[in-house]
């Protein structure tokens, strides 16, 4: 570390995307030896900022000023060259060197061309030391906790000269004892003279680890503050802002439950390492949404559920009946249908025609003899074609990857529809799917509920548990901490509760 | 509400073109609207022409008879294949299985009379389709590794066996040197037949669909319902059943089982594959393709034999044909999904 104390200070940032201005004249101060939190919600505009910083992207207007230097823009070399680093949510470690390899990664010492092993080793020792932290050198990096890992990519960010460190929700994805860890590094690091930007949505970190705090929303500032002299309330809705008021529920969303007997319960359930102790129940006719962060266990209930996981402990019933799903085609026949978090990976089969993609689970019943028509197929298609409000060529042939991605998430729901599921479980229904599409994938569930499917929505969208939810339940590292009512279903109540 | 700033933040907004209903094909992008087929066929055509000037013994009914008879064998084994890669699998195995069978039905054949040697042909292809299927979905091997470890065993189990030698086989000409019909010998009939079958296994089956669906995305798979891992097994069950067929054949056509009888057959299997159309990211990939593939790689065998070109230079023919099918294949992926 040098004796001149790390000034960043970023002033007027505008960017925009495709003619959508998206940071409006940002102004943005870190300062090394303290912590920033930035705080906002999702599309607030925090990625585009530090990726800025970072020298990702080139802002259309505004200036930044980096350890002294001036610049309109930057490049990421030389955002690396002034000592800015990034530590992202997902992991960029090689899960199969050791530590010390990892730490180095890169820019491994050499001697005469050769990488020079005791360099590697005494340049890892050095900075582990430095840290504070107590790690096997030798062990590969996959054998650690996400926590750990975490601690190697600040170590090898921190070894290769960090002067400005950028930590993207890094506790995301961490048990409180590993985030209290962080912490303490987090101090460390503050200590020796690091900046650090620190970007959370959990309000009760930005007074634990952060000096200052600045909220976006709507790629504006709506809140810079001393950390100490601002309240949770006052972040809420500096973050939530006139929003709040936007997000109302429909009238018709609740529908009192038809059935006595919940269409799907889980008692006293657990997944070992993922949730415990969850008891929920979905009777036919309702929607009911399973609010909370990454890592807090809601996207593990859903597939358990499915049969894509298993219980490692309690209880499930569908319809009064205790079941074991042991794979997904046993949920499926049981009448649960699933829509996966991640279209593209564990959802469409985007080289296939839409008919295809929405009858496969229906090709069973489908099929005369194991024999199946494009017809069938097609016919098929045409049913939910219309309903479902699918924008695409008429044309059952169509592949799906030509279309956009609401309308892709409506044929995988059309999917359940055609195989006529009593239980559907939808993980992030909305996730990369754009505004208008997303109101009409809300009113097919809605519509879909109201025909009497037990929905049960897993999702960390709390606008979505407003537009959509007769109850919710919020999860918070793997358990159940809230149980919401219809009338106190508000941003508000699931901010405050999904925070705490 | 939030989220259109949030789909623009992440740099990932779908183009507004890409969002409204295509009002035609004229949409699509020009690389991803040639039927797959096409340039194949023209590639076909070309050779044709080409070797119909070059040589007077290309273009008759007799040579054309040859060409058919020449790609009965891989045509029989690419038939599965064609199932296997849509899936999104290999059997490399296929060349060294075939010399396996043989060698095995004229081993039992000289103890115990041709039934018995029939039926152990037709039990080692199933024994080494239950290997390779075991290995894939039950353990979780890669399927290249999988198969070109079993494609190094079981040509050694089969020399091991015939001790080095080649083994006669008598009284079974039939199947592989009649000509029942038109001329057309069986091995060609056979083939044909293959080929229809799986044409509408793949088309019209739910079996075939799912291979498809597999292939395209195994995850998505599973999560519809469908039983991938005992797909899958099924399909390298098939795999080393059509493989022992052929074996059959060819151990008939010789009157002979060769320890040297498949060897470099897994190349012109999935040559002629990867040539028709099918992809190898999987979920693409017709049996019509293959037919058209596995012409191609005869015709140009053929011609270059009746052209008196050095044999040595049909396995360079061969070679280059897999690697610009799969280019051809890696430019249409990125045409075709990118947009």
Known sequence: MTDAPFQLSARGIRKGFGGVEVLHGVDLDATGGSVLALLGENGAGKSTLVKIIAGDYQPDDGRLTIAGQERTSLTPPQARDLGIRMIFQELADAPTLTVAENISLGRWPTRRGLVSWRAVKRRAAEVVEQLGVDLDLDAPVGSLSVGERQIVEIARALSDRARCLVLDEPTAALSSQEAERLFTFVRRLRDQGVALIYITHRLDEVREISDRVVVLRDGNVALEAESGSVSREQMVSAMVGRSLGEVSRPADVHQPPVDATPALRFDGAALAGEFDEVALDVHGGEVVALYGKLGSGIAEVAECAFGVRRLSAGRMELAGKAVSFRQPWDAIAAGVGFLPADRQREGAFMVRSVAENLAAPSWGPLSRRGFLTADREATAYRRWHKELNIRSRDDPRQLLATLSGGNQQKVLLGRWLERQSKVLVLVEPTRGVDVGARQEIYRAIRALAASGVAVLVATSDYEEVVQLADRALVMGRGRVVAQLADHEITTQRLTQEVGG | ?339
């Open chain 2, 1 to 339: 509400m939030m989220s259109a700033e949030g789909a623009t933040e992440a740099g990932r907004q779908v183009p507004p073109a890409a969002t409204e209903p295509g009002p035609g094909p004229g949409r699509a992008p020009l690389l991803a609207r040639i039927p797959d087929i096409a340039p194949l066929v023209v590639l076909l055509l070309a050779l044709g022409i080409f070797f119909s000037i070059k040589s007077p013994f290309f273009l008759n009914y007799d040579n054309f008879l040859n060409v058919l008879t020449a790609a009965a064998i891989a045509g029989i084994i690419a038939a599965p294949a064609t199932l296997l890669l849509v899936a999104g699998q290999f059997d490399l195995s296929v060349g060294s299985a075939l010399t396996f069978c043989g060698v095995l039905m004229a081993y039992v054949s000289d103890k115990h009379g041709l039934a018995a040697g029939i039926v152990a042909a037709i039990l080692g292809g199933l024994l080494i389709g239950a290997i390779n299927g075991t290995l894939v979905t039950v353990v979780g091997v890669n399927p290249l590794i999988t198969t070109l470890g079993t494609l190094a065993a079981f040509v050694g189990l089969a020399r091991v066996i015939a001790d080095g030698q080649t083994l006669p086989v008598n009284g079974f000409a039939g199947l592989g040197t009649s000509r029942p019909l038109f001329n057309i010998p069986l091995p060609v009939i056979v083939f044909l037949v293959v080929v229809g079958v799986f044409y509408v296994v793949m088309r019209y089956t739910v079996f075939g669909r799912a291979m498809y669906a597999i292939g395209a995305n195994p995850v998505a798979a599973r999560l519809a319902g469908l039983r991938t891992g005992r797909l899958l097994f099924i399909s390298f069950l098939l795999s080393g059943t059509f493989v022992a067929l052929a074996a059959l054949i060819n151990v008939s056509q010789l009157s002979a089982a060769s320890t040297n009888a498949g060897n470099g057959l897994e190349l012109s299997v999935i040559t002629a594959v990867v040539l028709g159309g099918a992809s190898l990211a999987g979920g693409r990939g017709t049996i019509i393709g293959t037919l058209f593939g596995l012409l191609v790689i005869a015709v140009l065998n053929n011609g270059l034999t009746l052209l008196s070109v050095n044999s040595f230079w049909q396995d360079v023919a061969r070679g280059t044909l897999l690697i610009l099918a799969v280019s051809f294949d890696q430019l249409r992926l990125r045409f075709a999904v990118d947009t």
